[in-house]
């Protein structure tokens, strides 16, 4: 379930849902084989930090988080277009979710793109263009708390346990 999350939400909006459900997890706040909230939390952010610092100099810089969602639109455009419809996002989502036979969360999750759809598509025209996608990246927003345009391991999990207190 885990990975599928991931992979979704890399797809919509990297910050979007990959970045979200990377970032926020999907559940519990356990690992994904167990064990308890604080190894769950450690797994995740190492995830992130493996997703998307690319150099592996311990920092997460915008560069490397637009160059993932570049890589990632790209994917998604099947018709080679510079666009990506909804259906194209769809489509794609259902290329990489999990065959685990569970339709009611195949369900929730196509609400949720139409939802991070609507959100990326500032223009409104029905289609997120390259430019809309690596337009804001959430993660910046949630988690550089210096806002110096890097995220460390150390802002990674110290949003989380703050999150957590609440």
């Keep these: 379930m885990m990975k599928t ?7 919509i909006a990297l ?14 706040g356990y690992g ?3 064990g308890n909230k604080a190894q769950g939390q450690q ?3 190492e995830r992130l930090m493996a997703r998307f610092d690319t150099n592996r100099d311990g920092r997460i810089t915008r560069k490397e988080v637009q160059s993932q969602r570049q890589a990632q639109f790209g994917k998604m455009d099947a018709n080679g277009n510079g666009l990506v419809s909804l259906e194209e996002i769809k489509a ?3 290329q990489n979710a999990p065959k685990d036979g569970r339709q009611h969360r195949r ?3 196509g609400n949720r793109l139409e939802h991070r759809f609507a959100r990326i598509d500032t223009n409104e025209d029905g289609q997120i263009s390259l430019e809309e996608f690596t337009a804001k990246l959430r993660l910046f927003k949630k988690f550089d708390a210096n806002k110096d345009g890097v995220i460390t391991r150390e802002e990674l999990l110290s949003k989380r346990q703050r999150r957590r207190s609440w």
């Design 15 to 28: 910050s979007l849902a990959a970045n979200m459900s990377l970032a926020y997890g999907g559940g519990s």
């Design 92 to 94: 794609f989502a259902e």
């Design 107 to 109: 369900n929730r999750r």
């Design 32 to 34: 994904a084989f167990g």
């Design 5 to 11: 999350i991931v992979t979704l939400s890399s797809a």
């Design 43 to 45: 797994s995740r952010v």
